[in-house]
Nanobody, 115 residues
Framework: VQLVESGGGLVQPGGSLRLSCAAS????????MSWYRQAPGKERELVAA????????NYADSVKGRFTISRDNAKNTVYLQMNSLKPEDTAVYYC?????????WGQGTQVTVSS
C-alpha cells in the first residue's frame, strides 16, 4: 500500500488549496478514504472521510461548509478541496486507508495559512 499526498503550500487566509492523495497497492475503489491533519503540539484529527463509492461523506465540524472531500476511482485518487482557509487550518495533512484492520498513512503534505 502506498499513499502519496500533494498540493500543500503557503496560502493567505481566505484562500484555497486542493490536496490530492494518489493511492496504489490495493483495490482503491473498494475502500473508504480519509483525510487527517496534525498541527504542531496537537493530536492528529480526522478532517473528512468518504465511502468507497463516494456516496457518503463526513466532516469535522471545524471544516464543514469549507472543505470538500471527493474521489476519482478511475485515477485511484482522493482529493480535499479547501476553501476559506483560516490560520487554524495550518497543519500537516495526511490521507489514510484502513485495510484489513490496519491503518496505512501517506507521508503528509504541509498546509500553512498565513498572511
Amino acid at each position: 500500500v502506498q499513499l502519496v499526498e500533494s498540493g500543500g503550500g503557503l496560502v493567505q487566509p481566505g484562500g484555497s488549496l486542493r490536496l490530492s492523495c494518489a493511492a496504489s497497492g490495493f483495490t482503491f475503489s473498494s475502500y473508504a478514504m480519509s483525510w487527517y491533519r496534525q498541527a504542531p503540539g496537537k493530536e492528529r484529527e480526522l478532517v473528512a472521510a468518504i465511502r468507497s463509492a463516494g456516496s457518503s461523506t463526513n466532516y469535522a465540524d471545524s471544516v464543514k461548509g469549507r472543505f470538500t472531500i471527493s474521489r476519482d476511482n478511475a485515477k485511484n485518487t482522493v482529493y480535499l478541496q479547501m476553501n476559506s482557509l483560516k490560520p487554524e487550518d495550518t497543519a500537516v495533512y495526511y490521507c489514510k486507508v484502513n485495510r484489513w484492520g490496519r491503518d496505512y498513512w501517506g507521508q503528509g503534505t504541509q498546509v500553512t495559512v498565513s498572511s
